[in-house]
C-alpha cells in the first residue's frame, strides 16, 4: 500500500474557493446635489465642485463691487440698494448732537447723490457737531471781541487813546477792585465803560464781601455770564442787566 494514510482528502481535490464579496457602491447624501456625485464611483465629483464655487465667487465678488463710472443706472441702482443707501434722501433719520447742527435738506441731497448710506451720512452730522462747532464758536467769539472793540475804540476816540485809557482802567481796577469783578467786565465794552466811568468818578477800594441790591451777588453775576444769552447771541436786556449788575456790585 503505497498511500499515505494521513491524507484525508482526496489527491486531486482542491478546497472550494470562499466566495468575495465586491464593496457595495456608496449611494449619494442627501445634501449632495446631483450634479456634484458620480454614481458610477460612488464619490463627490471634485472638478464639478470646484468650478461652481469658483464661479460663485466670482459673481459674489462682482455683486459688491462698485459699479463702474459707464455702469448701467439699473446695476447702480441695485448696488446701492444692496449697501443700503435709502431711495430718497428724505428717508435718512438724523439724530443731531448739537441745536445748531440738525439735518439740511441740500446737504442731505448731495450725500444722498454720492451714495452715503445712513451710518455714513450720521457720521457726517457728528463730526460735524465734533469738530466744526468749537472752531465755528470760537469764530464767533473773536468776530464779537474785534465788535466790543470798535465800539470801545469809537468811545474813547480812536485807538491810540483808546490803548492809553485801557491801561489806565486796567491799574485802577487791579488796585480797587476784586480780580474776578475786573475780569468780568472786561469782557465787554458795556463793562470797561462802567469801569471807565467809575474810574473817573474816583470810587473808593470796594469791600470784598460787597452785596448787590436785589441779592444779585457775584456768583449770580457769573452764572448769567455763561448763559448763552450773554456771550453768544448778545441780548442787549440781558447784557445790561449783568453790567448794571456788576456795576451796583461794585457801588457805582
Known amino acids: 500500500m503505497s498511500e499515505n494514510l494521513l491524507e484525508i482528502e482526496p489527491k486531486g481535490s482542491e478546497p472550494p474557493a470562499e466566495a468575495v464579496e465586491l464593496p457595495a457602491k456608496a449611494e449619494r447624501p442627501e445634501e449632495v446635489p446631483e450634479k456634484f456625485w458620480d454614481a458610477e464611483r460612488g464619490a463627490l465629483r471634485v472638478d464639478a465642485l470646484l468650478k461652481s464655487y469658483r464661479e ?27 449697501i443700503g443707501v435709502p431711495e430718497t434722501a428724505e428717508e435718512y433719520a438724523i439724530e443731531p448732537r448739537h441745536e445748531l447742527i440738525g439735518p439740511d435738506l441740500e446737504v442731505n441731497a448731495a450725500l444722498h447723490k454720492a451714495g452715503f448710506t445712513p451710518a455714513q451720512v450720521q457720521l457726517v452730522y457728528d463730526l460735524a457737531a465734533e469738530r466744526l462747532l468749537p472752531i465755528v464758536a470760537e469764530a464767533a467769539s473773536q468776530f464779537e471781541a474785534e465788535r466790543q472793540r ?3 475804540r469809537s468811545e474813547f476816540g480812536g485807538e491810540e487813546r483808546f490803548r492809553r485809557t485801557a491801561k489806565q ?23 470797561v465803560i462802567a469801569l471807565h466811568r467809575m474810574m473817573e468818578k474816583g470810587e473808593p477800594a470796594l469791600a470784598r464781601q460787597a452785596e ?3 441779592g444779585m451777588d457775584e456768583a449770580a453775576l457769573r452764572r448769567m455770564m455763561r448763559d448763552p444769552r450773554y456771550w453768544r447771541s448778545r441780548e442787549p436786556d440781558f447784557v445790561k442787566r449783568v453790567t448794571e449788575g456788576f456795576r451796583r456790585l461794585t457801588g457805582g
Not at 178 to 191: K, N, Q, Y
Open 56 to 82: 460663485l465667487e466670482r459673481k459674489l465678488s462682482a455683486r459688491f463691487a462698485p459699479p463702474a463710472d459707464d455702469a448701467p443706472e439699473e446695476e447702480r441702482l441695485r448696488f446701492r440698494r444692496a
Open 212 to 214: 448787590a441790591p436785589e
Open 150 to 152: 470798535d465800539r470801545l
Open 169 to 191: 482802567i486796567a491799574s485802577w481796577g487791579k488796585a480797587n477792585l476784586p480780580e474776578e469783578v475786573v475780569a468780568a467786565l472786561s469782557t465787554t465794552a458795556d463793562g
